[in-house]
């Protein structure tokens, strides 16, 4: 049984040789060394995982295998500050939209450094991010959305490509439809590819938008990405009919359009492209498709929630247990969406039930 | 078919759920006379007659039988014509299977009285009398823009439950019994189910703990068939106890950690929805600080279930007073939560005489 040394991942030099780390071949052998070592390093500074840890009977020294690891809920972000540092404050805090019960979760970092690396390589590795296309965010600049980790994983990417041209394109809570459409029209003419950026709610505005415009046709190379739901913000589509849209709207192959698949509290995501595909992890990542009753993972072609194991979130918990539904394949998961509320309705209250009630309330008050 | 007649083909085919002697006086305390629906009665010096509503339509929710089956009996002891919109294809298809059982289980002369829907049939809603719904707020909300200006709608939106300990340091197995009986019935669905236990300062909660984790125990293995904990059920009982463990709250699990039950001590005071299913919230608050715990909820509780000397007065009355200022609408003691008199006035509302009209003949 290895017992791995304590790291401490405060020091700049020790965060920097970990990307490196990350960023290297890992073999089984090394994930595994990784992940205790980091284990290790969480149950020591984050009081919250390592209760949960004790509370499953797993500590870093009789830990067998890493995905014994029990993982946080996603809830407890919204609960708990979850931060391996015992510094007040954090550089930078990421929020969750909060949307399903009113309270947005938050990650703490102790700074970017990780996120930036490693957001920038998956998208390269797994997903679509290359050097040739200009870039085109449907979401508001890192400078103007200080707590989205969608933002600034989007300038991230924006200063590594260094393209002219690449742009945000939500301000102030409007899109420039118009901009984009005009940048959109320069780049077809000069045969730049491009790649449009955005979440699905996002993408619904702009078909509305553009429901009476012709259809344009992207250069070769061009990509679409989209990511997160539609969280009461447009009207909401299926996948596969936003995706015909899309394909339609900009004249691209369905394959040409790709979801990407993270959260705030994670450094790390998950690329899928056209409709069907199978989601893609970075290799310092690991996906498990769980029972929530067991704890363990699903047989293949069954349906269970989602694992993470992100050996790039160092700074509060690696290991997250998420709502997202997903079939378990031979060559990964299938992301299916949230897990919907399926549990018989009726008078009894519920936590949602008492936010949506809340706000209303509140609403009324300030009218 | 008189009054008389339907009481003894209800009490007849569902003795437990319509007992005889109850929908007597049911008849008696709501309507003044059992027989006020056939006959004229003099009241005051008044002669008087009460008229049924002729169509009753009923919109049951996906997640509770009882109240579904109670709501169609009380029409069928009217004497109105029943239109029941079962719970639809979304919910749980269990509900809506019990509810057809209990028609088919109705003698003929009342069975002929009930007609079900599969969908909202937004014509023949407006043509009821009465319209009883039960379900979510937003369904309420719905239902009642659909309605007429003239037309009743006792509308049973969302509510919640509680259980008081008045002396948890000396509960006796037998009320902790009664306890784990409230909150394990209906797998916790109803809005007559707890979903937090009150108890006062000073309590010793290690020790109520092994107390109601015993009878929940005991209770869960009385249950039968068990309720089911498909992923969507089985991952809110996991992530509310894995963020209890993470939080560093006290949670007792049953053996083998089988998801059938859960009880986690919150050190927070205030009101929190539980997941349901078996999860229960054991909150120590100060008398004084009760109405305040509760405030987020005020207005919405239905019922608080008293462990304790119920009967001779074991709520102070300042604890009385704090639940009545809440908006509570029903005091009970623990083990009769979700077995109200068919009397009883649901959510404050007389359940038989809110669907009547009267005739007065002076």
């Known amino acids: 049984m290895k017992i791995a040394k304590l790291t401490d991942f405060s020091?700049?030099?020790?965060?920097?040789?970990?990307?490196?780390?990350?960023?290297?071949p890992i073999s089984e052998t090394t994930w595994d060394e990784l992940a205790r070592e980091i284990f290790a390093w969480q149950f020591a500074s984050v009081p919250a995982f390592r209760r949960l840890s004790l509370a499953h009977g797993v500590t870093p020294k009789s830990l067998k295998s890493w995905s014994d690891i029990p993982a946080v809920p996603q809830q407890l972000f919204k609960r708990e500050k979850l931060f391996a540092y015992p510094k007040p404050q954090a550089a930078t805090i990421y929020e969750t939209s909060g949307t399903t019960t009113g309270q947005p979760g938050r990650q703490h970092l102790l700074s970017t450094d990780i996120y930036r690396a490693v957001s920038v390589e998956a998208a390269q590795r797994v997903g679509p991010l290359n050097?040739?296309?200009?870039?085109?965010?449907?979401?508001?600049?890192?400078?103007?959305?200080?707590?989205?980790?969608?933002?600034?994983?989007?300038?991230?990417?924006?200063?590594?490509?260094?393209?002219?041209?690449?742009?945000?394109w939500l301000h102030k809570d409007q899109f420039d439809f118009d901009g984009l459409r005009e940048a959109l029209i320069q780049a077809i003419a000069k045969q730049q590819p491009?790649?449009?950026?955005?979440?699905?709610?996002?993408?619904?505005?702009?078909?509305?938008?553009?429901?009476?415009?012709?259809?344009?046709?992207?250069?070769?190379?061009?990509?679409?990405?989209?990511?997160?739901?539609?969280?009461?913000?447009?009207?909401e589509i299926a996948k596969d009919e936003l995706y015909a849209h899309l394909a339609q709207l900009f004249t691209v192959p369905n394959y040409a359009i790709w979801n990407e698949y993270g959260m705030s509290e994670l450094s790390s995501q998950a690329y899928a492209h056209g409709t069907h595909g199978l989601h893609g992890t970075p290799p310092?990542?690991?996906?498990?498709?769980?029972?929530?009753?067991?704890?363990?993972?699903?047989?293949?072609?069954?349906?269970?929630?989602?694992?993470?194991?992100?050996?790039?979130?160092?700074?509060?918990?690696?290991?997250l247990q998420t709502l997202d539904l997903a079939e378990r394949t031979p060559l990964g998961f299938r992301l299916i969406g949230r897990l919907p509320r399926t549990e018989p309705r009726g008078c009894s209250l519920s936590a949602e039930d008492l936010a949506v009630s809340q706000a209303a309330h509140s609403l009324e008050s300030i009218a | 078919?008189?009054?008389?007649?339907?009481?003894?083909?209800?009490?007849?085919?569902?003795?437990?759920?319509?007992?005889?002697?109850?929908?007597?006086?049911?008849?008696?305390?709501?309507?003044?006379?059992?027989?006020?629906?056939?006959?004229?009665?003099?009241?005051?010096?008044?002669?008087?007659?009460?008229r049924a509503p002729k169509l009753l339509y009923h919109v049951c929710a996906g997640n509770l039988v009882v109240s579904a089956q109670t709501s169609i009996g009380l029409g069928l002891l009217l004497g109105s014509h029943n239109i029941v919109k079962l719970p639809g294809d979304r919910d749980d298809a269990s509900t809506r299977t019990e509810i057809l059982r209990f028609i088919k289980g109705l003698p003929a002369p009342l069975r002929k009285l009930v007609e079900t829907h599969r969908t909202l049939d937004a014509k023949t809603l407006q043509q009821a009398d009465v319209v009883i719904a039960f379900g979510s707020d937003a369904t309420m909300a719905t239902l009642r823009a659909q309605t007429r200006w003239n037309q009743k709608f006792i509308a049973h939106g969302h509510a919640l439950s509680l259980l008081w300990i008045s002396e948890p340091n000396q509960l006796t197995p037998a009320l902790a019994r009664n306890c784990a009986t409230d909150i394990l019935t209906y797998d916790q669905l109803g809005c007559l189910s707890p979903q937090a236990i009150y108890v006062p300062r000073g309590t010793n909660i290690g020790s109520l703990g092994d107390k109601l984790a015993s009878a929940m125990e005991q209770q869960w293995?009385?249950?039968?068939?068990?309720?089911?904990?498909?992923?969507?059920?089985?991952?809110?009982?996991?992530?509310?106890?894995?963020?209890?463990?993470?939080?560093?709250?006290?949670?007792?699990?049953?053996?083998?950690?089988?998801?059938?039950?859960?009880?986690?001590?919150?050190p927070d005071t205030t009101f929190q929805p539980s997941p349901l299913h078996g999860v229960i919230y054991l909150r120590q608050v100060a008398e004084a600080k009760l109405s305040t715990a509760l405030a987020s909820v005020a207005g919405r509780?239905?019922?608080?279930?008293?462990?304790?000397?119920?009967?001779?007065?074991?709520?102070?009355?300042?604890?009385e007073n704090v639940f009545l200022s809440l908006g509570v609408s029903r005091l009970c003691p623990a083990g009769r939560m979700q077995y109200p008199p068919l009397t009883w006035h649901h959510e404050g509302r007389p359940v038989l005489a809110d669907l009547v009209t009267w005739i007065d003949s002076e």
């Open chain 1, 194 to 235: 491009v790649a449009l950026c955005g979440t699905a709610f996002s993408f619904v505005h702009l078909i509305d938008a553009w429901a009476d415009l012709p259809c344009l046709t992207l250069p070769s190379g061009s990509w679409i990405l989209e990511t997160g739901g539609f969280k009461g913000r447009s009207r």
């Open chain 1, 11 to 24: 020091q700049t030099s020790v965060r920097k040789a970990w990307i490196r780390r990350l960023l290297e």
């Open chain 2, 301 to 319: 509780i239905s019922t608080v279930g008293i462990a304790g000397e119920f009967s001779a007065g074991g709520i102070s009355s300042r604890l």
């Open chain 1, 284 to 319: 310092w990542t690991r996906v498990l498709v769980c029972d929530p009753a067991t704890g363990r993972e699903v047989a293949l072609g069954q349906h269970g929630l989602i694992r993470w194991y992100d050996l790039a979130n160092v700074d509060s918990v690696f290991a």
């Open chain 2, 221 to 266: 293995k009385k249950i039968t068939p068990k309720p089911s904990r498909p992923l969507s059920i089985a991952s809110k009982i996991c992530e509310a106890r894995d963020v209890a463990h993470a939080l560093g709250h006290r949670v007792w699990l049953p053996p083998g950690k089988h998801l059938g039950w859960t009880i986690i001590h919150d």
């Open chain 2, 1 to 50: 078919m008189t009054t008389r007649q339907r009481l003894d083909l209800l009490a007849h085919a569902y003795p437990r759920l319509f007992p005889r002697a109850e929908l007597v006086r049911l008849l008696r305390t709501q309507l003044g006379h059992i027989d006020a629906l056939d006959n004229w009665f003099k009241r005051d010096g008044v002669r008087l007659r009460a």
């Open chain 1, 131 to 168: 050097n040739n296309a200009q870039l085109h965010f449907l979401t508001p600049s890192p400078s103007e959305a200080r707590q989205s980790s969608l933002s600034a994983m989007f300038g991230f990417w924006q200063k590594h490509s260094d393209q002219p041209g690449s742009s945000f």
